[in-house]
């Protein structure tokens, strides 16, 4: 079946530090793929999304880019806030569905200390 | 402003008793999820329905019910059966069809279940 693997947390930085959160994919066909942030007591809000290979989504800084033959979504961001700190989560839709049924990888907790 | 609405926030439950969650969207969409989210297992499906009348299992749906009576509300409830009900459960909604082929969940905040 389909799955997603981030890298193990808790990833904790510095603010201005440079951030990679590694996302892989197991999955038929070809899915859609997204990221979602959780920030503490709340639900989950999409972050950015890619659609297509080599697509690349982007938002409040941070940015993803859909690599079929890696099979990989990693997330990046250049320079991290202290506001940045949350779950960041990578997903998956299976292609050829017409629902939002999503298949989510284990988390990844992002500290930034100032 | 559109959104999901998650009640209650937080509750209590002794064993053996059924407690029931409650989701409503006034989003217009069609499809409902219900998330179970442990510490470091990420999201687990619990439930999910596409349209009124009509739902289907996720993984994990022994020891839960739903109903979709109506569009806009999607109730979860966590039975007896379920061995270790404590967790945060999570609604989401999304439109039934989409031609993008990024059709996206929205969230509520969640309901925080503890089992005394």
């Known amino acids: 079946g389909d799955s997603v693997t981030q890298m193990e947390g808790p990833v904790t930085l510095s603010e201005e530090a440079f951030l990679t959160i590694n996302c892989t994919y197991t999955a038929t066909g070809y899915p859609s793929l997204f990221w979602y942030v959780q920030y503490p007591g709340e639900g989950l809000q999409l972050l950015l999304k890619a659609t297509k290979a080599d697509d690349k989504g982007s938002n409040k800084g941070f940015e993803a880019t859909y690599r079929k033959e890696t099979t990989s979504f990693h997330l990046e961001k250049g320079s991290v806030q202290v506001s940045d700190s949350a779950v960041y989560f990578c997903?998956?839709?299976?292609?050829?569905?017409?629902?939002?049924?999503?298949?989510f990888g284990q988390g990844t907790i992002l500290t930034v200390h100032p | 402003d559109g959104g999901i609405t998650q009640s209650p926030k937080y509750l209590f439950r002794k064993e053996g008793q059924n407690v029931t969650l409650s989701c409503e969207q006034n989003?217009?969409?069609?499809?409902m999820y219900w998330y179970r989210q442990d510490p470091g297992q990420g999201l687990r499906l619990i439930y999910y329905?596409?349209?009124?009348?009509?739902?289907q299992k996720g993984d994990i749906a022994e020891g839960y019910s739903v109903s979709r009576e109506k569009k806009e509300s999607f109730p979860l409830t966590v039975t007896s059966a379920q061995k270790n009900p404590t967790a945060f459960y999570l609604c989401?909604?999304?439109?039934?069809?989409?031609?993008?082929?990024?059709?996206?969940?929205?969230f509520g905040a969640g309901s925080r279940l503890t089992v005394l």
């Open positions: 329905s596409q349209i009124v009348n009509d739902f």
């Open positions: 989401a909604s999304s439109r039934g069809t989409d031609t993008s082929g990024a059709n996206v969940l929205t």
């Open positions: 989003l217009n969409h069609d499809a």
């Open positions: 997903a998956l839709r299976a292609g050829g569905t017409s629902y939002g049924k999503l298949t």
